[in-house]
Antibody
Framework: EVRLLESGGGLVQPGGSLRLSCAASGFTFSNYAMSWVRQAPGKGLEWVSSISFTGSNTFYADSVKGRFTISRDSAKNTLFLQMNSLRAEDTARYYC????????????????WGQGTMVTVSS | QSVLTQPPSVSGAPGQRVTISCTGSNSNIGAGYDVHWYQQLPGAAPKLLIYSNTNRPSGVPDRFSGSKSGTSASLAITGLQADDEADYYCQSYDRTLSGSTVFGGGTKLTVL
């Protein structure tokens, strides 16, 4: 079964850091681009970041550029999102998503999604 | 404010046909980039419904179809069912936003 399982969310103070993980199973992780997408409570989907299948190309939304870092470990079939200098507006459920293809510019459609992990930034 | 514009809501009675529009510009849809559509049921993760403008993943009923023309795309749902009630999002790529995947603001479908 193809599966993505996010972890690492929680409550953090403004200015703090969190590292999200996404464990992949059921497919050849190293063959596909991966992305993070977030959804603030009651709001729509917002693309956050993407990484190519090799990890050599990374892309970020302007809202997180310079604060978030996406990475992947193909030996562990895991995607990461390091989030620093967190703000209240980063509060959202963060989804990990698999692209249908190897590259992410442009995306080929995100065909597998995890259930998400909630990040709350509040004092 | 998303670069892809969707109507906030649409509605239809069971059995009817509804369409959801996704309007972009010459830097995204009009530049030839593909449009993908997602369905998000209440409390669930998004699900890929249509990829590359017109293609359905395995398991998606043929009641769902996509089209694209110029700077816009549309999702059509025929034979509306109660469990189609969900939020629907379009997605594309914008060449003016470095490496940017973009989503539409989402459309809430209500089955009357």
């Amino acid at each position: 079964e193809v599966r993505l399982l996010e972890s690492g969310g929680g409550l953090v103070q403004p200015g703090g850091s969190l590292r999200l993980s996404c464990a992949a199973s059921g497919f050849t992780f190293s063959n596909y681009a991966m992305s993070w997408v977030r959804q603030a409570p009651g709001k729509g989907l917002e693309w956050v970041s993407s990484i190519s299948f090799t990890g050599s190309n990374t892309f970020y939304a302007d809202s997180v550029k310079g604060r978030f870092t996406i990475s992947r470990d193909s030996a562990k079939n895991t995607l990461f999102l390091q989030m620093n200098s967190l703000r209240a507006e980063d509060t959202a459920r963060y989804y990990c998503a698999k692209d249908r293809g190897m590259a992410t510019d442009p995306p080929d459609g995100f065909d597998v999604w995890g259930q998400g992990t909630m990040v709350t930034v509040s004092s | 404010q998303s670069v892809l514009t969707q109507p906030p809501s649409v509605s239809g009675a069971p059995g009817q046909r509804v369409t959801i529009s996704c309007t972009g510009s010459n830097s995204n849809i009009g530049a030839g980039y593909d449009v993908h559509w997602y369905q998000q049921l209440p409390g669930a993760a998004p699900k890929l419904l249509i990829y590359s403008n017109t293609n359905r993943p395995s398991g998606v009923p043929d009641r769902f179809s996509g089209s694209k023309s110029g700077t816009s795309a549309s999702l059509a749902i025929t034979g509306l069912q109660a469990d189609d009630e969900a939020d629907y999002y379009c997605q594309s790529y914008d060449r003016t936003l470095s490496g940017s995947t973009v989503f539409g603001g989402g459309t809430k479908l209500t089955v009357l």
